[in-house]
């Protein structure tokens, strides 16, 4: 770890070197009202590619600014979007390998400034909150703007950028698991046309769960110029480093959710850690560069191109029980004592490349006095490599008593395994205003993916939507949308025989609510959704596969944001989904009702010392998972955090709580025979100077 304090120390000192300004968010693409050094965020790029108030999309966007997520406590980018209606955020409980959320019942997609982020679990390491200065949420398929993507929906990640100006911030920080770490975010105007950013993090931690540490070292740097007033060109670095573990444990149901009947007097702790210390782990890095130009030729076209190539090494190695060979007594497969099960070892490396280009041309023009258009031409190319290797290794243990010692170790041998992907993206959207009160969007796209397999899936995809104000800052909308997931691989059946490749996974959308702004401090937005999806991948017994026919989930949702600026936020969230499926009801398991509620409110003078009161619930409703044997009920679950902050000239003293009241729960268990736990409470304390 000395090599860490010693990178960031020097980022310290190089912050320390300029006058105080206070960070503010970047406004490139996302209209600000700020007063009282609050921002109010009144628009987006995720959902239309162009700068578009929220209250003219025809669906519901959800922009989390990172003051807001930090202010809640978010350590990972999986906890940034815990305060968003129709999102479950760590449906597995926290997970130092992967982020992980849900969006309207179903699995949502990452991206990084409008490109796909990740393309293969266990192949990269997670990204790091601090990087960014908004998350942003879109709720429903979405592939006409972003190609290949999730059905339920996208979570857009948007990188911190140079601003015009010079300022920045260093934060220490302290907390539960001996977390140490320093922060900082240092801005440089070198002239009137050319700034410079560096964003920097070194973590030396451990987690709940023994022998699981959650190291980091994190640098991005990036540069923007302004050759002329109306060409911006902005470049990006990132160099990030983990080395981690799994804080997923995989835990069998019997002896920790449920008695062990053979063994009563025993019982596995919630937190227990069942691998080989100093052998498991999850160590990895990731190289990222990227670039981005902007030109105006006119008032009326705008010419967006950006690109990004990312380079990660990954190290993965970990034990998990056999909780499957019998999932309602996995102990008795392999004795009477209540104690010996199965403990599998797997070892893997992998390496992922991976190329991404999104380029398009908007036409701003009229068709009459009174119909605006805005027209979006583009296309997008995207290349990925995923190259693996593994060891696999077999015990018999006492789960008690593991004695650590005896476990054998295995390391990775012999040639990578690679699979690689192209995808090639042509889309056209037209955003048509009528009278400035009404807004039509139109959109098509025509996708061809190929994979190093041969496999080769071609797809086109629509939406259509519109909203209007009624009065009173009232905007009924409705919309329709589409998506496209292709799927690697090919159906497997009993015995492993190989089948027929898969089908590409498609969603369609139905969705209507209303908008309701009765000022730029004010948001509420109401919506019914149905989704309807077909050829998901189905897990058979005996590694055998299939496809399943069609997956429905039906849903509403309500989210209200209220801010006075500098002294009052209120958020409020709630959602609802059901997922019903014609061949598998065991798809049918993320809870239906999630719901959440967060507010701050500021006390003294502006000018003078603050102090800034915080909390907020999270509550997920209960989910019940099924099998052919049996069915499990995780039961409902809320956590409560906390903030506790002090502004005072340019210095910062912030206490922040989650899950402040130690709720010991399980954030999911599945029939087939595991459970994950959710993350007890975490305390941090952190001083930070503003400049």
Same mark, same amino acid.
């Given at each position: 770890?000395?090599?860490?304090?010693?990178?960031?120390?020097?980022?310290?000192?190089?912050?320390?070197?300029?006058?105080?300004?206070?960070?503010?968010?970047?406004?490139?693409?996302?209209?600000?009202?700020?007063?009282?050094?609050?921002?109010?965020? %009144?628009?987006?790029?995720?959902?239309?590619?162009?700068?578009?108030?929220?209250?003219?999309?025809?669906?519901?966007?959800?922009?989390?600014?990172?003051?807001?997520?930090?202010?809640?406590?978010?350590?990972?980018?999986?906890? %940034?979007?815990?305060?968003?209606?129709?999102?479950?955020?760590?449906?597995?409980?926290?997970?130092?390998?992967?982020?992980?959320?849900?969006?309207?019942?179903?699995?949502?997609?990452?991206?990084?400034?409008?490109?796909?982020?990740?393309?293969?679990?266990?192949?990269?390491?997670?990204?790091?909150?601090?990087?960014?200065?908004?998350?942003?949420?879109?709720?429903?398929?979405?592939?006409?703007?972003?190609?290949?993507?999730?059905?339920?929906?996208?979570?857009?990640?948007?990188?911190?950028?140079?601003?015009?100006?010079?300022?920045?911030?260093?934060?220490?920080?302290?907390?539960?698991?001996?977390?140490?770490?320093?922060?900082?975010?240092?801005?440089?105007?070198?002239?009137?046309?050319?700034?410079?950013?560096?964003?920097?993090?070194?973590?030396?931690?451990?987690?709940?769960?023994?022998?699981?540490?959650?190291?980091?070292?994190?640098?991005?740097?990036?540069?923007?110029?302004?050759?002329?007033?109306?060409?911006?060109?902005?470049?990006?670095?990132?160099?990030?480093?983990?080395?981690?573990?799994?804080?997923?444990?995989?835990?069998?149901?019997?002896?920790?959710?449920?008695?062990?009947?053979?063994?009563?007097?025993?019982?596995?702790?919630?937190?227990?850690?069942?691998?080989?210390?100093?052998?498991?782990?999850?160590?990895?890095?990731?190289?990222?560069?990227?670039?981005?130009?902007?030109?105006?030729?006119?008032?009326?076209?705008?010419?967006?191109?950006?690109?990004?190539?990312?380079?990660?090494?990954?190290?993965?190695?970990?034990?998990?029980?056999?909780?499957?060979?019998?999932?309602?007594?996995?102990?008795?497969?392999?004795?009477?004592?209540?104690?010996?099960?199965?403990?599998?070892?797997?070892?893997?490396?992998?390496?992922?490349?991976?190329?991404?280009?999104?380029?398009?041309?908007?036409?701003?023009?009229?068709?009459?006095?009174?119909?605006?258009?805005?027209?979006?031409?583009?296309?997008?190319?995207?290349?990925?490599?995923?190259?693996?290797?593994?060891?696999?290794?077999?015990?018999?243990?006492?789960?008690?008593?593991?004695?650590?010692?005896?476990?054998?170790?295995?390391?990775?041998?012999?040639?990578?395994?690679?699979?690689?992907?192209?995808?090639?993206?042509?889309?056209?959207?037209?955003?048509?205003?009528?009278?400035?009160?009404?807004?039509?969007?139109?959109?098509?796209?025509?996708?061809?993916?190929?994979?190093?397999?041969?496999?080769?899936?071609?797809?086109?995809?629509?939406?259509?939507?519109?909203?209007?104000?009624?009065?009173?800052?009232?905007?009924?909308?409705?919309?329709?949308?589409?998506?496209?997931?292709?799927?690697?691989?090919?159906?497997?059946?009993?015995?492993?025989?190989?089948?027929?490749?898969?089908?590409?996974?498609?969603?369609?959308?139905?969705?209507?609510?209303?908008?309701?702004?009765?000022?730029?401090?004010?948001?509420?937005?109401?919506?019914?959704?149905?989704?309807?999806?077909?050829?998901?991948?189905?897990?058979?017994?005996?590694?055998?596969?299939?496809?399943?026919?069609?997956?429905?989930?039906?849903?509403?949702?309500?989210?209200?944001?209220?801010?006075?600026?500098?002294?009052?936020?209120?958020?409020?969230?709630?959602?609802?989904?059901?997922?019903?499926?014609?061949?598998?009801?065991?798809?049918?398991?993320?809870?239906?009702?999630?719901?959440?509620?967060?507010?701050?409110?500021?006390?003294?003078?502006?000018?003078?010392?603050?102090?800034?009161?915080?909390?907020?619930?999270?509550?997920?409703?209960?989910?019940?998972?099924?099998?052919?044997?049996?069915?499990?009920?995780?039961?409902?679950?809320? %956590?409560?955090?906390?903030?506790?902050?002090?502004?005072?000239?340019?210095?910062?003293?912030?206490?922040?709580?989650?899950?402040?009241?130690?709720?010991?729960?399980?954030?999911?268990?599945?029939?087939?025979?595991?459970?994950?736990?959710?993350?007890?409470?975490?305390?941090?304390?952190?001083?930070?100077?503003?400049?």
């Amino acid at each position: 770890m000395k090599v860490k304090w010693i990178a960031l120390g020097s980022a310290a000192a190089m912050a320390l070197c300029h006058p105080a300004v206070h960070a503010a968010e970047d406004a490139v693409a996302t209209d600000v009202d700020q007063a009282q050094d609050s921002i109010i965020v %009144t628009a987006a790029t995720t959902g239309s590619k162009t700068d578009t108030a929220l209250v003219e999309l025809p669906q519901p966007i959800k922009v989390i600014t990172s003051e807001q997520y930090l202010s809640q406590g978010a350590i990972s980018i999986s906890d %940034t979007v815990k305060y968003a209606a129709g999102v479950l955020a760590n449906p597995y409980g926290r997970d130092t390998r992967v982020d992980g959320f849900n969006v309207r019942g179903l699995d949502a997609l990452q991206f990084r400034d409008g490109m796909r982020d990740i393309f293969s679990y266990y192949a990269s390491i997670t990204s790091d909150p601090y990087n960014f200065s908004r998350v942003e949420i879109l709720r429903g398929p979405a592939s006409v703007l972003f190609g290949q993507g999730s059905i339920g929906g996208l979570v857009n990640l948007v990188s911190k950028t140079p601003e015009f100006r010079t300022g920045g911030e260093v934060n220490l920080v302290y907390g539960s698991y001996d977390r140490k770490e320093i922060m900082g975010d240092v801005n440089v105007a070198l002239a009137d046309n050319l700034a410079v950013r560096f964003v920097g993090r070194a973590r030396d931690a451990d987690t709940y769960v023994d022998h699981v540490p959650d190291d980091r070292v994190m640098f991005a740097p990036s540069i923007r110029w302004q050759p002329t007033p109306d060409t911006d060109i902005v470049l990006t670095g990132l160099y990030q480093e983990d080395d981690t573990g799994s804080t997923s444990q995989f835990l069998p149901i019997v002896g920790t959710f449920l008695p062990n009947t053979a063994y009563p007097q025993g019982k596995l702790g919630q937190y227990a850690f069942v691998g080989k210390p100093g052998w498991d782990r999850y160590n990895g890095r990731s190289l990222q560069g990227g670039g981005s130009i902007t030109h105006k030729f006119s008032d009326n076209v705008k010419l967006n191109l950006k690109a990004r190539y990312i380079d990660s090494d990954l190290e993965y190695k970990t034990h998990y029980a056999d909780s499957y060979s019998n999932p309602t007594d996995p102990f008795s497969v392999y004795g009477t004592d209540g104690r010996t099960i199965g403990l599998y070892a797997d070892a893997s490396d992998a390496r992922m490349n991976v190329f991404s280009t999104d380029n398009n041309i908007q036409f701003n023009f009229n068709t009459g006095a009174n119909i605006e258009h805005k027209l979006l031409v583009g296309i997008d190319y995207s290349w990925n490599k995923v190259a693996k290797r593994g060891a696999f290794g077999f015990d018999i243990v006492d789960l008690y008593d593991i004695d650590y010692d005896a476990l054998p170790t295995y390391d990775p041998t012999g040639p990578f395994t690679t699979e690689s992907q192209k995808q090639l993206g042509v889309y056209v959207q037209d955003q048509i205003r009528f009278y400035d009160r009404v807004s039509v969007v139109l959109g098509a796209r025509r996708d061809r993916v190929t994979g190093s397999s041969g496999q080769k899936d071609n797809a086109t995809t629509f939406r259509a939507g519109i909203i209007g104000e009624i009065g009173a800052g009232i905007s009924p909308f409705f919309s329709y949308t589409e998506s496209f997931l292709p799927v690697a691989g090919n159906i497997m059946g009993i015995g492993g025989v190989v089948g027929d490749p898969y089908k590409p996974q498609t969603g369609t959308q139905y969705e209507a609510g209303v908008k309701w702004q009765p000022d730029v401090n004010t948001l509420v937005t109401a919506t019914v959704f149905k989704i309807k999806e077909r050829n998901r991948v189905l897990y058979l017994a005996g590694s055998a596969t299939t496809q399943s026919g069609v997956l429905d989930t039906k849903g509403f949702e309500i989210e209200a944001s209220h801010t006075l600026p500098g002294n009052f936020e209120l958020l409020a969230n709630y959602g609802y989904s059901k997922l019903k499926s014609e061949t598998n009801t065991s798809l049918d398991y993320m809870p239906r009702h999630t719901a959440s509620f967060w507010t701050t409110k500021t006390f003294g003078l502006v000018g003078e010392a603050q102090l800034r009161l915080g909390g907020g619930v999270v509550y997920s409703g209960k989910s019940v998972s099924t099998s052919a044997i049996w069915s499990i009920v995780t039961p409902a679950r809320t %956590t409560v955090d906390a903030l506790a902050e002090i502004n005072w000239n340019s210095w910062r003293f912030a206490l922040n709580a989650t899950n402040l009241l130690n709720n010991e729960y399980y954030a999911s268990c599945l029939a087939r025979g595991d459970c994950f736990v959710g993350a007890p409470r975490n305390v941090m304390g952190t001083v930070g100077f503003r400049f």
